[in-house]
């Protein structure tokens, strides 16, 4: 199977919603970064995870490298929180970053 | 701070014509670079990594090739484009184990 599997692959959220995202690891991951795509393509770092669990602001993101998965919740939705969510995690191999297939939320008034 | 370019924006291309992308960083000596691609509507692959000046390994094979002519710099190019080549690429360097990628370029094959 696929070594990230990342779900949902689309997600729509009134504004004030709260939702979660997850990536599920075929295999031990060392590490895992979560990125926002935005419309024109780049790609915004949200958190960089060896362990454990991290927040910044309405965004939170944990990390279980044994169970292998991570999360990624929204907290309070807001309409420039749209765009495409990137879980990717760091294999054995020299700094290979290996992607899911990405969550695209769309946030509504 | 570390700012990273990359050059053009976009570009439309025929079948058949060469292509060079390029890819600049600013403020770190000795970066690990890397290159991605990501087909409209997809996810990103790593396509290529180089850890120093002249040294580039290949992830996946997609009729491309990269060099590292400076220790700033790392190219993406072709002699040939393929329809297939079609999409977003970005560059990429690391601090530590955590990548930052650059604002990338599309293309388009036509």
């Known amino acids: 199977g696929m070594p990230v599997e990342q779900n949902p692959p689309a997600l729509s959220l009134y504004e004030g919603a709260d939702s979660g995202l997850r990536c599920n690891f075929s295999t031990t991951m060392k590490s895992v970064q979560w990125f926002q795509q935005n419309h024109r393509g780049r790609l915004i770092t949200l958190f960089y995870l060896a362990q454990g669990t991290k927040e910044n602001g309405r965004l939170k993101s944990t990390f279980n490298s044994k169970e292998r998965y991570s999360t990624l919740h929204i907290k309070d939705a807001q309409l420039e929180d749209s765009g495409t969510y990137f879980c990717a995690a760091e294999t054995s191999s020299f700094s290979k970053l290996v992607f899911g297939q990405g969550t695209s939320l769309s946030v509504v008034p | 701070a570390q700012t990273i370019h990359q050059w053009p924006v976009a570009e439309i291309k025929a079948v058949g014509s060469p292509l060079s992308l390029g890819c600049t960083i600013k403020g770190k000596s000795s970066p690990n670079l890397y290159w991605y691609w990501q087909a409209t509507g997809g996810t990103l692959q790593q396509l290529f990594y180089?850890?120093?000046?002249?040294?580039v390994e290949s992830v996946v094979q997609l009729n491309l090739s990269a060099s590292r002519p400076k220790d700033d710099q790392f190219i993406l190019s072709t002699e040939k484009l393929l329809l297939s080549h079609s999409g977003f690429y970005l560059c990429?360097?690391?601090?530590?184990?955590?990548?930052?990628f650059g604002p990338g370029t599309r293309l388009t094959v036509l």
């Open positions: 180089s850890i120093t000046v002249g040294q």
């Open positions: 990429a360097w690391d601090r530590g184990r955590e990548q930052y």
